[in-house]
């Protein structure tokens, strides 16, 4: 499992990538007697792309519902430093979508 932002951790099976915020009964890797994970506010994509980018829209609403972004200006800061924790995330390199 791959931590992405704030909450949001990403796992992956042979059918597609879940994205999902930990719920508090998973143990985080490493632990000792480590409990199953479980993931809350599951959503399921087909491709790592769609999950990261669907991850990051996700994050940039809950910053304005929440109201921490009020103007369009600090809406298009906030988009570009949740990329940038999720770039840093993955080791630095761009996800591109179709090339």
Do not use: W
């Not at 998973?26 to 506010?41: C, D, F, M, T, Y």
């Not at 109201?67 to 995330?89: F, K, M, N, S, Y």
């Amino acid at each position: 499992m791959l931590h992405l932002l704030g909450d949001y951790y990403l796992n992956a099976d042979r059918f597609g990538y879940t994205v999902g915020v930990l719920s508090a009964n998973s143990a985080r890797g490493g632990e000792a007697h480590a409990k199953p994970v479980i993931l809350r506010q599951s959503r399921y994509y087909p491709t790592f792309a769609s999950a990261v980018d669907s991850t990051a829209e996700i994050a940039l609403r809950n910053a304005i519902a929440a109201g921490d972004v009020q103007t369009l200006q600090q809406t298009v800061q906030e988009l570009r430093c949740i990329r940038d924790e999720i770039i840093a995330a993955i080791g630095g390199k761009e996800v591109e979508q179709n090339g």
